[in-house]
């Protein structure tokens, strides 16, 4: 992976060690319990898991200022979870429920939410690309000084709308991040037999954009990243491409075999690479954090977890008048 | 505490699978990830991973067993420490598994199939108030001073699309724009449907109030992924959190002798998407009041315009703030006999085709429907009740055609009124031919409307 080493030790306290820590790991067990509910039939439809990229979203959040935006595709419960979305919200709408954040009519791939000023949520690859460019545009417009963050994978930045998206933001100076999650696989093709180019990030150089990789398995690496992107944006020199390289865990979706990688890759990244391991050992090596400490987070976050999964097994069905509500304001 | 390790559902459509191959035996330690076993779907062969930690106290389903169900107990996990008896020893059939509530029927949108219903309630008010000073306006103007209005108005309201600004519009609708608003306001885009229409969707999800123009609708098709799944659907998906208050206007349906690519009618495509408000107009004062009305609306308005029509004079009200309501039909001209029902320039065949059958002795209503979403069906309900027969034009095809919708709410709405079957004029079914001679005769024609009004009513 050639992403870009931190040569400085990281301006990181360890509050902001912790806080990174815990909210990887509530993505996490989240994650693992969407999974098990998928598994009992209380999740349908399509499910697409985040275990193994939870450092690319912290370490973004952790660069982000209230206000700014954010925007993704259907593997979004991690972003929600990060910036703030309540777990229980996003697990019932999981389950189609009435106390999901979108009253059950969006499901795992669509939920919004004003308040944490998440756009959701977008189905069709590569479409949030340029929504996300246009939420910039917005702001650039109403001149306050926020930034978007636009969340697409490897497999998107194929999509002919990105490269008009960075073009258009290019030549009118859009205060977007552009971050491609980079996690190896779009579906179950390789990057090498679908991208023509190793390092993604480089096509911004076509219309100007700066951008770099980026360690996506290291929390602090993306953190850094991202206060450099969002600087560049902010002091308003237009968009910055962040290509942040990570790995997913499971399948493509809760129905892929993966038969398109061993087992034996995946084990590798989940033993020498994983993002969540790599702060726990910050934490315990810096004695920042006792293992007691640690297990106190984790039963913390169990708990989270087990309360919004049994909040999304017991929130009714929404009221079937809600079929016809929302269609027009 | 033991817990029970239930057969999963690994696709969207799993209800039961073959239980492969256990990869884990009674007694071994399993932790959060670990691969438990192999489980064949009907799809694929899926390795099924543990999500909590303990030990593998008991094995209930051996491996090879076809047809487990889906929440079926497979094998219990047992804590450190824990005796194996503390296992349930028989599997009970299913856990906590998801049963929804069997729907009732759903509610039914519309009271459909009243054999003989009351003439509906319809607003005929005038469109302004009488011995309002009327101004000979082109639709062109129209539109123009519709959007100049609107901007003066409201700093959130901007328009965006390919030469817009600097060379004042490819159909010079935007002429004079760039001078009054700048261009912050007034934005020239590169040539990217698809992405000029993604942008403004974001920046409506973003609070703004954009106007896109599309140089024509055809080329909108590059776009049409985000009028609809991007623009018209995220008001339901979010719970009715946000949504994208913006209008998607431009020219559509044939102009003259450009062929097939460039002269397509989006009118019943676009009609069909709920989430979207559509109109189309044919005079100026519809053109101005409309837009108007779009551009104050808070849902995605599709404003299907007609080159044709662009440059032809109407009388507009001067009035300081003049606005059409969308969902309200306007009758042109009383009749009796029948009812030609058309929309934009399908409105010029109807009128041509009324003043033709005057002369015949044979009296046609005709109704301009103005919007098709929401469309004003209870006065055409009102119109057919009274001359018993209906016509519909437009210039799209036939197969899924705006007259269609009409003819089939029709008759099942005022079946009982008819006396004869529905006529729907339409565009010839094939690509618009360039030859002058075959392009008038894939076009819908005032003869043929004469012709079905004639036909309707036995004469």
Do not use: E, F, V
């Given at each position: 992976m050639a992403a870009r080493k931190s040569t400085k030790k990281p301006n990181v306290s360890a509050e902001e060690l912790t806080q990174y820590y815990r909210d990887m790991l509530l993505i996490r067990r989240f994650e693992e319990k969407a999974g098990q509910l998928y598994g009992m039939g209380l999740i349908g439809g399509f499910c697409h898991l985040y275990i193994g990229q939870e450092a690319v979203v912290v370490g973004l959040e952790a660069a982000a200022e209230e206000g700014d935006k954010r925007i993704t595709s259907y593997r979004d419960h991690g972003h929600m979870l990060a910036c703030g979305m309540e777990a229980n919200g996003v697990m019932a709408e999981l389950t189609g429920r009435e106390g999901g954040l979108s009253k059950g009519k969006g499901g795992s791939m669509h939920m919004f939410s004003k308040e944490k000023h998440f756009y959701g949520g977008h189905g069709i690859v590569g479409a949030q690309v340029p929504l996300g460019a246009g939420l910039a545009f917005a702001d650039k417009y109403k001149d306050n000084g926020r930034v978007t963050f636009t969340y697409f994978g490897d497999g998107a930045a194929n999509q002919g709308q990105v490269y008009e998206t960075f073009n258009m933001a290019a030549i009118w100076d859009l205060p977007v991040v552009f971050v491609i999650e980079n996690n190896q696989y779009a579906m179950g093709t390789a990057q090498s037999r679908s991208t023509?180019?190793?390092?993604?990030?480089?096509?911004?150089e076509a219309f100007g954009i700066p951008g770099e990789a980026v360690d996506g398995m290291n929390v602090l690496a993306v953190k850094d990243a991202g206060e450099r992107a969002v600087a560049h944006c902010r002091s308003g020199k237009g968009p910055y491409i962040l290509e942040v390289k990570t790995y997913r865990y499971?399948?493509?979706?809760?129905?892929?075999?993966?038969?398109?990688?061993t087992r034996e890759e995946v084990q590798k990244m989940r033993s020498e690479r994983d993002p969540i391991e790599q702060v726990r050992d910050m934490l315990l090596t810096g004695k920042h954090a006792s293992e007691e400490d640690l297990k106190a987070i984790d039963k913390e976050i169990k708990e989270i977890v087990n309360k919004s999964a049994d909040f999304a097994k017991e929130s009714p069905e929404p009221a079937l008048e809600e079929l016809w509500t929302d269609i027009y304001a | 505490m033991a817990t029970e390790i239930l057969m999963p559902a690994l696709s969207p459509t799993m209800e039961e699978g073959t239980l492969a191959k256990w990869l884990v035996k009674e007694g071994d330690t399993v932790s959060s990830g670990d691969i438990l076993a192999e489980i064949e779907t009907d799809k694929a062969t899926m390795e099924f991973e543990a999500v909590d930690e303990g030990i593998?106290?008991?094995?209930?389903i051996a491996e090879g067993r076809e047809g487990v169900a889906v929440n079926t107990a497979i094998a219990v996990l047992v804590e450190e420490g824990e005796s194996l008896d503390a296992a349930p020893t028989a599997a009970p059939a299913a856990g906590e598994a998801a049963t929804p509530v069997e729907a009732p029927a759903a509610p039914a949108p519309v009271a459909a199939a009243a054999a003989a219903p009351a003439a509906p309630e319809v607003d005929s008010s005038p469109d302004w108030p009488a011995g309002t000073e009327l101004v000979k306006t082109t639709v062109r103007e129209a539109l123009r001073d519709a959007m100049a209005e609107e901007m003066r108005g409201d700093e959130d309201v901007f328009l965006m699309g390919e030469e817009v600004a600097e060379y004042q519009g490819a159909y010079k609708i935007s002429q004079g724009l760039l001078d009054e608003f700048g261009s912050k306001r007034i934005i020239d885009t590169p040539i990217t449907e698809h992405g000029f229409a993604g942008i403004a969707t974001g920046a409506a999800f973003g609070g703004l109030k954009p106007i896109v123009e599309f140089m024509t609708f055809n080329f909108a098709m590059q776009a049409i992924d985000h009028i609809i799944n991007s623009a018209a659907k995220t008001l339901y998906m979010s719970g009715g959190q946000m949504g994208a208050p913006m209008v998607f206007r431009g020219p559509n349906g044939a102009a003259a002798r450009v062929g097939a690519q460039h002269s397509q009618d989006y009118a019943a495509w676009y009609m069909q998407i709920p989430g979207l408000k559509v109109a189309m107009p044919y005079s100026a004062s519809d053109a101005k009041g409309l837009l108007k009305s779009a551009i104050r609306d808070p849902n995605p308005v599709i404003f299907l315009e007609n080159e044709i029509l662009y440059g032809q004079s109407f009388d507009v009200p001067k009035m300081d703030d003049f606005t059409v309501p969308f969902g309200k039909a306007k009758i042109w001209r009383e009749g009796s006999d029948a009812t030609i029902v058309s929309f934009g320039i399908g409105m010029k065949y109807a009128l041509e085709a009324a003043d033709k059958l005057a002369e015949e002795g044979i009296s046609a209503e005709v109704i301009d429907l103005r919007t098709l979403r929401p469309m004003d069906l209870p006065t055409v309900i009102k119109s057919v009740m009274k001359t018993n027969r209906l016509v519909t034009v437009e210039e799209g095809w036939p197969q899924g055609s705006v007259g269609g919708y009409i003819a089939s709410e029709v008759m099942q709405q005022a079946f009982d009124y008819l006396d004869a079957p529905v006529i729907t004029c339409t565009g010839k079914d094939v690509p618009m031919p360039y030859a002058a001679n075959l392009e008038r005769h894939a076009l819908i024609t005032t003869d043929e409307v004469v012709a079905a009004v004639k036909q309707v009513t036995y004469r």
């Open positions: 023509s180019t190793p390092d993604i990030y480089t096509r911004g499971r399948g493509h979706s809760m129905s892929d075999p993966a038969k398109y990688r | 593998i106290g008991k094995i209930l």
